[in-house]
């Protein structure tokens, strides 16, 4: 009986992640198969740097 159960959640859990894969995959279809890579690229130029001294 343990082992039907066992058997039960392990299958959930592999249509879980196959769908998960599917829609990660649909996504960057979407998006013309872009790769992140050059979408961090902007965020430091966007923030200004502050200097502070030390104290002490």
């Known amino acids: 009986m343990a ?4 058997d039960a959640q ?3 859990f592999k249509a879980a ?4 894969k599917n829609k990660s995959q649909q996504g960057s279809q979407a998006k013309g198969g872009a790769t992140n890579a ?3 690229s902007s ?7 502050e200097h502070r ?4």
């Open 38 to 40: 050059g979408k961090d």
């Open 53 to 56: 001294r030390k104290s002490g």
């Open 17 to 20: 992640l196959e769908a998960k």
């Open 3 to 6: 082992d039907e159960q066992l």
């Open 10 to 12: 392990r299958e959930k």
């Open 43 to 49: 965020k430091g130029a966007v923030a200004k740097r």
